[in-house]
């Protein structure tokens, strides 16, 4: 049975390292899922889980967020990570729980990350997928992103903005998240953009995403019900005109660039 009177429930959102891995604005996404269950007069708590939290806080979660940082930062979370919630955090993304990572959270659910230096930054190893950052031998990737979405209904289009030195590419085992239309994407080469991998989101797309894209933040959300309730949910719609008249403006101002 499918439900749409979702006043009585509520859902956890754990925030993972919100005072390090944070950039470019990525707390907006959080914002988001906030008001737009607000909205919906849906309850939410959100646990803002950094260095010394618990596998147990994080498994209390019903939706995860991880923005993006600069190595260093990656490299403290990587150690912290690796005491105790890795495999929480691992057991969660296998068994369906939505997430979504931005940049360097992206680029930690895979296998690894190679610095300029040649340094090994080791990741959670769910993803199939892998980073490398060659320096200063190649060019930041950097610019407005228009991509066409490989998992929403057809023709829905997404917008973000990208900054990142790591070109990241995707093994046999995962999806791409979208085709770029404009912009570099993952690496600047193949025309993918992101991974989606059961029910966990991964992006370079800041700005941040999830204000310009409200149809993958209720996506995320519906997953999120459905998993806890275990009932298929539809969540009511809300009046997005703003939002998606902002978004044409800025697909029609990048689609005249290319």
Not at 70 to 84: A, E, F, N, P, W
Not at 91 to 115: H, R, T
Not at 165 to 173: A, E, I, K, P, W
Not at 232 to 245: A, C, F, G, H
Request: proline share 3%.
């Amino acid at each position: 049975m499918t439900k749409t009177n979702t006043g009585n429930y509520q859902l956890t959102i754990g925030w993972l390292y919100p005072d390090l891995m944070s950039t470019y604005g990525d707390h907006g996404n959080i914002l988001s899922l906030q008001k737009r269950l607000a909205w919906r007069e849906i309850g939410v708590e959100i646990k803002d889980l950094s260095v010394g939290s618990s596998a147990k806080d994080l498994l209390a979660c019903d939706l995860i967020f991880m923005g993006g940082a600069q190595d260093r930062q990656q490299k403290i979370v990587s150690q912290d990570i690796q005491k105790g919630k890795a495999q929480a955090l691992a057991s969660m993304i296998e068994d369906n729980v939505p997430g979504l990572y931005i940049c360097g959270a992206y680029q930690f659910l895979g296998k690894y990350y190679k610095e300029a230096d040649g340094t090994i930054i080791d990741g959670l190893g769910v993803l199939d997928l892998y980073t490398e950052n060659l320096g200063l031998s190649t060019e930041r990737l950097i610019g407005n992103v228009l991509a066409q979405t490989l998992f929403l209904e057809e023709n829905t289009k997404i917008v973000g903005f990208e900054n990142h030195g790591g070109r990241t590419y995707l093994g046999s085992n995962v999806r791409p998240l979208g085709r770029i239309i404009k912009g570099f994407g993952n690496n600047g080469k193949d025309r993918s953009e992101g991974a989606i991998y059961k029910n966990s989101l991964g992006s370079y797309l800041h700005g941040p995403i999830l204000p310009k894209n409200p149809k993958i933040t209720d996506w995320l959300l519906e997953k999120a019900l459905e998993r806890k309730y275990k009932d298929k949910i539809v969540i009511s719609p809300l009046d997005d005109t703003l939002e998606m008249q902002a978004q044409t403006v800025i697909v029609r101002k990048l689609q005249k660039g290319i």
